[in-house]
């Protein structure tokens, strides 16, 4: 084990998180572990915003390239790499900074969330059956009360899966932990969030579109397009490549997609802010327009 705990750096897209990890691992001796749910594609490097070799200044780098862009993403193949490198980095004496703005892949790590598993049979015949939500809803009431008191009767997407675990696996969905209504004390990570102004992001967020146009997001987007197999449903979604895929594919002009992905790209920053505002332990530091100004601070949290 290192001598203190890890770190990791959480907050809105386009907000810094990556330049500021990199100079804090630098200083610690420290190794980055991506905690992006679109950086696990192989290939997928401007409309993520990777880190090029050159920014990564050397510093190992572990949970990115992990799939081709035919295959799905999700949540479980990533933490197995994750928790991987960080017990790697712990074996080694070595710390280990988290960084990325997917808070679900933030959460699971941190608090060592017990995942279910998939049970796609039971899945199929839940969706054949096209049972109203509230109904869904009052069927997982029965099963699972408590698993039912966490979510919103109207979210299908959650119900199904609550429903699926019950049924396939023969035990409450909330059997698998509190979930991401739940935020224990950790001494194993010490957590910053960087919280820039909402007019320095805004613009933060349309500069880094059109830089990425510029650096070849198009070009891009047709070579993963290109790939055998072609994108998988969840690489598709990323932000940047489905609206540039609008404009390969159905023809939408390029200044009006790109005018999509900065109001989408803005979109998921206020949704970002609203996840990670929840967990009580995340120590802000407020940034200006040079996210390396909050050194000092995230270093005086995190005292590896």
């Not at 969330?113 to 009431?141: I, K, N, Q, W, Y």
Request: glycine share 10%.
């Amino acid at each position: 084990m290192p001598a203190g705990p890890h770190l990791a750096v959480v907050g809105p897209t386009a907000s810094g998180k990556t330049a500021l990890a990199i100079e804090l691992a630098v200083e610690a001796g420290a190794e980055v572990v991506s905690a992006d749910a679109l950086m696990v594609y192989r290939g997928a490097d401007i409309g993520t915003a990777k880190p090029t070799a050159e920014e990564r200044r050397g510093v190992p780098h572990h949970a990115i390239d992990l799939i081709g862009p035919s295959e799905e993403a999700d949540l479980a193949g990533w933490l197995a790499a994750a928790r991987g490198a960080v017990a790697s980095c712990e074996a080694r004496g070595v710390p280990a900074v988290v960084v990325g703005g997917t808070g679900l892949y933030v959460h699971a790590l941190v608090d060592d969330f017990e995942l279910p598993g998939a049970f796609p049979e039971v899945r199929a015949e839940l969706e054949r059956s096209d049972e109203p939500t509230d109904r869904l809803h009052a069927r997982l009431a029965g099963l699972d009360p408590l698993a039912a008191s966490r979510m919103e009767p109207g979210n299908r997407r959650r119900v199904l899966r609550a429903l699926e675990v019950c049924l396939g696996s023969g035990r409450p969905f909330s059997s698998f932990g509190p979930g991401v209504a739940a935020f224990p004390p950790t001494d194993r990570y010490v957590l910053v969030g960087l919280r820039p102004d909402p007019g320095e992001l805004e613009a933060r967020i349309e500069r880094r579109v059109h830089e990425q146009a510029v650096a070849g997001l198009v070009e891009e987007t047709a070579s993963l397009l290109a790939t055998p197999g072609g994108l998988s449903r969840t690489c598709r979604q990323g932000l940047g490549y489905k609206e540039v895929l609008l404009h390969l594919e159905h023809g939408l002009p390029l200044d009006e997609a790109l005018a999509l992905d900065i109001v989408n790209t803005r979109r998921y920053a206020r949704r970002q802010k609203a996840w990670f505002r929840r967990d009580p332990r995340i120590h802000w530091l407020d940034v200006g327009d040079d996210p390396l100004a909050a050194v000092p601070a995230a270093r005086a949290s995190w005292r590896w």
